[in-house]
Each structure stands twice: as structure tokens, then as C-alpha cells.
């Protein structure tokens, strides 16, 4: 035990500056040492999260330039706004429909994989991985030239087929549907790769039990495979819808929340707000509408994995 | 109810013959033990029966019936595995009646045999929680449950004490030995512990090297092994076997085990042995059977003195070890008999429950 003071050292060394004996007890307390070894941590996260947020908290109080205490005001602007709205409602259905499509692939994919002869799967696994591997600026960017008006490939191979042409992001709702489709490009990989080692933590018994019990592939699937996983789901949709909720960078670069504002999200319109037009505090209050949603998802989906691991455990 | 047959059933994993071309019938309402060390292919065995592995060649009968290519859900078997297997996210009624539950039973009828075999094991308290809340041995009686409630053709068992101390482990064998007088459903056991198999067992099938070495009743095994194989690993501690000489002895048979000592082979056993005079052979004699010279009518000429190497004291008996020749052999002895270790004491073997093996073939003669 770490933290027991050994009565035979202290009675040995009656001399020791009171200083050091003190520095002493608190180094031989597990509490203490636990601390000082995340402090590195702690002073990085309170500089590089709490200090912006809590400044951003403080910025959305204030008027454009930045000289005045309004209070709530900022907020109630935007509310009464009819692209605002958009936004809360483009938002919400970018991250949830993305979330929805990423988990799903993520859950086939990593079925199928995991369905693999052991020998290629390795190869798979890394060939999989990739999209969420390259820097996804670069990525998008290419993304971008595939939906280009004029270069299009997609387009070149829907006309080769006798189709006609699509505008992908020039329409606003074929614009909404790129972005979200490059996002489950991007998204899906994480969710194969988590699904993946939930799969192969489930204990093939309990699979060998079941086909014994009765169950076909469906049901081994209902039954055993989406009980034994549903922790891990909760912590990866709920991870992604943070993430996706907060995506900038898609959407930034594909269409910079074109055409007509119709695929902006929070980030990427406190972006247009704040450093584009210069409304710092109207910016910081549109991105952090989006915490008092994200929070409320985070503590029910907290509580449902808490209360799973102690069943199952 | 019914019985299990194996025609030539062999398993190949990749280049590995894991079980070779093994025959077995077990009649309705048997108790089988397959027994075996570890790799002997008993566990693979048990899962081919189960429809877990398919039969690489030879043919696996269920009831009459060819069941090689049936699925396991359709086999209508139930298993016990070694950790459990329980579903953790079920509560004990849920993991029992899972089963039932995906052949669509009537709810009433569900409950209705759940909680009898729940009766039967004595956990009916325990329906609502979940096999985490569980210790061990109550784990090994759920899975169980989830077995009878079934009331399948054949109850399967793999290595299911396994997992438990030692003191549960004799408490959930003779459980399992009181469950199988209830319901009396064919059963398969399979352990690598011959306690097991020999308590629990109507009939053992000793394998060994995935082929099978003896087919018997317990009380076969024990006093008519076949194959040195089965003489050694039936029995605790386990048989000694010496390197011996017959000698003709007058009308009779001895037996040299040494320069030092020949004992008379009896005279029901001569004209067994006769035509393998003069041959090497190795002699076998559990150690129950040497002990300080006791009963009626004992042959003198089958006492005989050793220095003892180590004493072991077990309470109810003593063990003791000396050497003979070059091999080392155990003697179980009344305790208040026992000399100390490296003292002398006078041993008697009774050799009407001698082993003779051909060490060519390690067949038992």
C-alpha cells in the first residue's frame, strides 16, 4: 500500500525538514500522484477548451463591437431568423442522418470483415481504414473536383449511361446529399473499426450457445450480437453526433454553406457570422446553440451505458 | 429420449487427424463420459455430435437418424458449456427460456418449465438476476436449466466442472448425477478428469490420440483395462508399472521384477500368462493393491521388505513411495502401518489384481 506511513521510517528519521516529510506524505498518497500526473493534462485541456469556451460564453453576452453587455439578446436575434433556423434544422438532420448511415455501413462492413478468413482480413481492415486516415481537407477537396459542374466524374458516368447531368452541389438538396455522403465516406471507417473489435469481443460460446438454443443468423444477430454491442453503439453515435454536429470542414470546403445558406451548419454559419461578416458574439452565440442539444444526448445515452455495464459487466 | 450413435467418425483440422475413424452407440437414457487428456479429440467429438463441427468423414446418428448435415438448432440437443455460456444480458428466466422463446412455446408453458427445472435446481430465487449477479456454481446450474427446461434428445456436457473449486466440484457432480436420475435424457459428458468420468458414468469411453482406447463400465475399466493407456489413466494415484520377467516356477508362474524380488504368479492366472515366459513384459499393480500385509490368505512369498523414499499422509490413509529397480512405485497403507521415510517395512502385493502389458503393443495380456 502506497499510502500507509511506515511508523519504524518516520520514528528513523526524526531530523528530516518538516518541509520535506510533508512532500513526503503527499508523494506516498496514490490520490496525489494520480493528480500531479494528469496536471500536465488538465492545464492543456483548461487552455485549450475551457479558457476558449468559457471566453466564447462571455463573447455571446456582448454587442457587435464588442463594448456592451446585452445579456441574452444575441440569442433572441437569432432565434426570430428565419436562416438561423434553417440552420438548427440543416444541422440536425446533416448529423443525424450521417450518424444513422455511418453506424449502419460500420455495422455491415464490420460483419463482413469479421466474416473474413483471418489471413485477409488485416489487408481489408487497412484498406477500409483509409478515408478516415487522410487528412480530410485533401480529401474533400478531391471530393469536390468528383462533383465538379464541368468535370464531374460522376457525371461523365452517368451520362455515359444515357443519364443527364447533375448539378451536385448547385442544387441545394443534391448539395445536402453530397456533404452528408462525403461525411459517411469520411465517418464510416471509425464505426467499422469500433464495431469490429465489438464483434470480436463477444464470446464465441455465447454464439455456439444460441445456435444450440434454437437461433438462426437473425436471430444470433437480435439476440446475442446487438445486446452484447449496444454499449459501444451508444458511445459511437453519441461520439459521431458530437463530431458530426460540430463538421466544418465538409461543408466549408464543398459548398461554404451554399446554395441559398441551404446546407449550412452551426460551425460553418458562426464561421460566415463571426470571421466572415464580423460579428464575433453573434458567431459565438450560434456555436454554442449547440451544446445545451449535444449535453441533454450525452447524459441520457451516459446514463443507458452506465446502467448496462453493471448488468452485464 | 434418444440414442446417439458415431459411424467411423473422423475430423481432420486442415492436415490434423483430430479424431480417427471412432465408432460409439449409445442406448436411450445412457450416461456416457468421454474421457481423455487434452487433444485426445473428446471435446471435438462432443461438438460434432452438437453439429458445432461437421464430421469430416463417417456418419453421426441421432435417434436413427443421419444427422451429419442438420444444423444444431434443428438436432434437438442441448449443451452445457465450460464457462456457462450464459447470455449476460439476460436474467436467469430469460436465459433458460431463450430457447423456448425462438420455438415460439406458449408463455404459460414457458413459465410453467422453467420453473420447474428451476425447482429441480434449486434456484428458483435466483430467476430474476442476471448470471453477473451469479456465483459459479449457480452459473453452472442456470446453464443447466437452460438444458432440461428444454427437454431435449440428448444433453450435451463439455468440461462443465471445470471451472469450479474443488469443493463445488464434487457438490455439482453429484447434482449433475442426481438431475440425470430425474430426467433420464441421454446424456454426453466429456472430461478430462477420470473422477468424473468414473462417478458419474454408466458406461466411460477412454480416448486417447482422437481414437478410442476402451469402451466400459467403470468398474471394467478399473479392474479390466485393455491398453496400458487405460490401466494408467483410470485410477488415483495411478497404476505403477514395473518392467518384469515371467519365469516358469515349478508347475506355476513367477513373476521377477528385479534380482531382488520374484513373486508367485496365482494359480488362476498360469495358464493366461504360460505362453509369455521368458518374455520382457511390464507388470502393473495399482497401489491400493500393495499394502502392509493384511487380509486372509495371502501368499507369504508375496511379502517382501523395502526402504521407503517418501511418505505422504493423506489422513484416512498413507501413501508411500520406494524404488524398485530403477522405477519409482507408490503403496497405500493403513497409516498407523507406515514406517518413516528411509526406514525399512514389510509390503505384501497381491497380485490377484495384476496387470501384465506386452510393451510391443501395450496391450494388456
Redesign the interface.
Known sequence: MVDVTHPLRSAAAPAAPAAKTGLNRLMRRRSSVAFLMCLPLIVIITSLVIYPAGYSMFLSTLNKAQTKFVGLDNFRFLLKRDVFLMVVWQSAIFAITAVLFKALIGLVTAHLVNNLPAKGQRKWRGMLLVPWVIPLALSTLSWWWLFDPTHSAFNYVIEAFGGEPIAWLGNPYWARFSVILVNVWYGAPFFLIMYLAALKSV?E??Y?????????AW?QFI??TL??M?NIIAITVLFSLIVTFANFDIVQIMTAGGPRNMTHVFATYAFLLGIRSGDIPLGASVSLFMFPILAISAVFILRGVRK?GR??? | MADVALRDVVKRFDNVEAVRQISLDIPDKEFVVLVGPSGCGKSTTLRMIAGLEEASAGDILIDGEKVNDVPPKDRDIAMVFQNYALYPHMTVFENMSFGLRLRRFPKAQIRERVEHAAKILDITDLLDRRPKQLSGGQRQRVAMGRAIVRNPKVFLFDEPLSNLDAKLRVQMRTEIKRVHQKVKTTTVYVTHDQVEAMTLADRVVVMNGGRIEQIGTPQELYHHPKTRFVAGFIGSPAMNFVPARLETNGSGLSLRVSDKYAFPVPATRTERYRPHVGKDLTFGLRPEHITEPRGEGRDPRSEFTVNLDVVEPMGMETMVFFTVGNTEVCSRVEPSAASGPGEPMRLYANLNHMHLIDPANDQVL
Request: hydrophobic share 35%.
Open positions: 464470446p460460446q455465447l455456439e450457445a444460441a445456435k444450440i438454443d434454437g437461433a438462426n436471430q439476440h446475442v445486446p452484447m449496444r448496462r448488468e452485464i459487466g
